[in-house]
Every structure is written in C-alpha cells, then in structure tokens.
C-alpha cells in the first residue's frame, strides 16, 4: 500500500512542480528593468581599455527589423582604434535567451568606426547587446541596455 501511495504522490507532485515553475517564469519576464538601467550608447569597456559607443542604424529601433549599427572604439583619450576585431552578441536578461540572429561586423569605417550587420530584436523588452573588442591594448568588454 505505502508504494501505492508514494506513486500517486509522485504522479501528482510533477505536475505541481512544473506549474510552480513556470509560474515563476513568467513572472519574472514580467518584470520591468531595473530603475537603475544605464542605457547610455557610450560608455569606458569593462576594463577601461577603450571606450566603445554605438548608433543604432534605427530610430526607434522597430521590433522584427533587421537592420545596422555603427560601433566606435576609441583609447580612452579619444583616439580612433582601428583594425580591431570586435565580436557581437546579446540577448534578454530576463527571458533567458540571446539574440534572434547572428551580428558581425561587415566592415572597417576607419577612424574606429565598424558598420556591425544582422541586428534584429524580435519582442519588446529589456536586452543587452554585448560587444568583445579586441585591439592594440588588449581584449575588453562592453555591455549596452536596450529597452524597446
């Protein structure tokens, strides 16, 4: 009898656990963004080897469109960096998933600019565009908010 019990206990717990999760899932995608988001477009990298800044080839940026973004390296004495090799990647804190596509940079601007291809949000919501830089002073990061 007791195996009995312990079975139906278990068939009906799993269920259970899955709703509460989920739940809890939901709720926070739900969330707004912190208050305190920094939503700047310019900003000194994550180790204050460079300052990275973008301009988004959209305004607004419109949810579903594909579209380019303009990134500037420069030394954090406004010097361009040029020939660096920058990676872009990103993705929504709260939802847990990165970006829809894949953005590389398609081409070196000179004067520390990069024309960045393949960027597409595909809801609204709070997102991170994440760029890895790679340049004369070493490897370094930078995160940018998006709240669209």
Known sequence: MSNLITRRHLLWSVPVILVAAAGLAVTKM???????????LSKPT????????VAPGLAPIVIGTMHGWVIQI????????DHATIAVDGGMPQHG????TEPEVSADLGEGRYQVDGMKFNMPGWWVVKLSVNGPAGEDTATFNLVL
């Open 30 to 40: 739900m969330q707004p963004p912190p208050e305190d988001l920094d939503v700047s």
């Open 46 to 53: 994550d180790r204050g080897l460079y300052i990275a800044s």
């Open 74 to 81: 420069t030394t954090p004495e406004g010097l361009p960096v």
């Open 97 to 100: 998933h990165g970006l829809p």
